[in-house]
C-alpha cells in the first residue's frame, strides 16, 4: 500500500523510480521481455503481439497517475469506483500482483461494505457470506445429534420379478401367444411316434399329395380340352 501521493506522478521517470523503490520493477522488465509475435492469423487482425500482464495499481482519483505509468509495459490501472474482476483476475486466474494507494483501500469499506455495516455507494448490495460455518458435511450428517432425530433407512420389500426372454422359456412365450402350446402339442406327439407310425404316416402324406396331383393335372388337362373345342368350333 502506497500513500495518496502517488496520484500526483505525471511523468514515466517518475513512476518507474516509484516501481523501483518497492521492488516491483522486475515485473516490469519481465513483461517487456515477454513481448512476442502471436502465432497464427490473428497478426493480421491487429493482435501482432503478444506479452504477460504486470502490475495493477489502484488509486482513488488520477491527478496525472494515467500519464504517468502507461507507458510502462504491462502495468495497468484501475480506478478502486470502477473495479472489475477481470481487472484483479484477468483471464479468470487469481493472483495477480496489485498495488493499492491508502485512500483505495479505505474507501473498499464504502464501496462494498461490512460484514457489520451494509454499502453507502451500492444500492442493496452485501457482502457474500458462507451460510455454513463448519464445511464438513460428512461429520455433520454423521453426528451424534444428527443421527438420533432421522428416521431409520426404509427397505424396500417389493421384490421385482427376473424378466425371462420367450425365445427359451416356454411358459413365457406361451403367455404371449396361446396357440404355441398346440404347436408344441404336435411337435412332442410327432417325437414321440414309434418308427412303424412314423412310416404309416409318411405313406399316408405321399399318398395324399399323390392324389391331389393327380387330381389337379386332370382339372387342368380338361381345361385346356374345353379351351381347344372352342377354338375349333365356328
Known amino acids: 500500500m502506497l500513500s495518496d501521493a502517488l496520484n500526483s506522478v505525471s511523468k514515466t521517470k517518475e513512476a ?7 521492488g516491483a520493477i522486475a515485473d516490469v522488465d519481465k513483461v517487456r521481455e515477454s513481448k512476442k509475435i502471436r502465432c497464427g492469423s490473428g497478426k493480421a487482425r491487429n493482435r501482432r503481439y503478444t506479452q504477460r500482464r504486470g502490475p495493477l495499481i489502484i488509486y482513488t482519483a488520477s491527478e496525472g497517475l494515467d500519464r504517468g505509468f502507461r ?5 495497468e490501472i484501475a480506478r478502486v469506483d470502477n ?5 484483479l483476475a484477468p483471464g479468470g486466474h487469481l493472483g495477480r500482483f496489485v498495488i493499492w494507494t491508502k485512500g483505495a483501500f479505505e474507501k473498499l469499506d464504502s ?4 460484514y457489520e455495516e451494509a454499502s453507502t455507494e451500492k444500492s442493496g448490495f452485501s457482502l457474500p457470506r ?4 463448519n464445511a464438513d458435511l460428512a461429520r455433520i450428517i454423521n453426528s451424534d445429534e444428527v443421527q438420533s432425530v432421522i428416521r431409520p433407512v426404509r427397505r424396500s420389500r417389493a421384490e421385482i ?9 416356454s411358459a413365457v412365450r406361451i403367455s404371449l401367444n396361446p396357440y404355441h402350446k398346440t404347436v408344441v402339442d404336435r411337435e412332442t406327439a410327432k417325437r414321440n411316434l414309434s418308427s412303424e407310425e412314423k412310416k404309416k404316416a409318411t405313406k399316408d402324406r405321399r399318398a395324399l399329395l ?13 381345361f385346356y380340352r374345353e379351351a381347344i373345342k372352342d377354338e375349333v368350333s365356328p
Open 161 to 169: 420379478p427376473k424378466k425371462a426372454n420367450p425365445l427359451k422359456n
Open 71 to 75: 507507458n510502462l509495459p504491462g502495468v
Open 130 to 133: 458462507s451460510f455454513m460455518s
Open 83 to 87: 473495479l472489475s474482476l477481470l481487472d
Open 16 to 22: 518507474r523510480a516509484v516501481l523501483e523503490r518497492i
Open 111 to 114: 464501496i462494498f461494505g461490512t
Open 210 to 222: 399323390n392324389t391331389r396331383n393327380k387330381e389337379y393335372k386332370a382339372r387342368r388337362r380338361a
